[in-house]
Nanobody
Framework: EVQLVESGGGLVQPGGSLRLSCVAS????????MGWVRQAPGKGLEWVSG????????SYANFVQGRFAISRDSAKDTLYLQMNSLKPEDTAVYYC?????????WGQGTQVTVSS
């Protein structure tokens, strides 16, 4: 059974940091590109960041450039998103995904709330 389980969300003050984790199981982690999307209240899905299967290539949406960092650990089958300098507009449910050959797997999401 394919599973992507996110954790690490929570309530943080503006300017704070969080690190999201996404533990993968049930598929070949090292053969899949992975990434994060988010959904703010009342809005659609918004792509945040992606990383290649090898981990050599990363990409970011303009609105997180320089604040977020994506990484992966093949020994732990885990994807990470380090989020710094958080803003209230970063408030959303964050989902991880894994993708290969037109097939995409999704996690259940973790809530991030940025508020004072």
């Amino acid at each position: 059974e394919v599973q992507l389980v996110e954790s690490g969300g929570g309530l943080v003050q503006p300017g704070g940091s969080l690190r999201l984790s996404c533990v993968a199981s049930g598929f070949a982690f090292n053969n899949h590109a992975m990434g994060w999307v988010r959904q703010a209240p009342g809005k659609g899905l918004e792509w945040v960041s992606g990383i290649s299967a090898s981990g050599m290539t990363t990409s970011y949406a303009n609105f997180v450039q320089g604040r977020f960092a994506i990484s992966r650990d093949s020994a732990k089958d885990t994807l990470y998103l380090q989020m710094n300098s958080l803003k209230p507009e970063d408030t959303a449910v964050y989902y991880c995904y894994a993708r290969r050959d037109g097939t995409t797997y999704w996690g259940q999401g973790t809530q991030v709330t940025v508020s004072s």
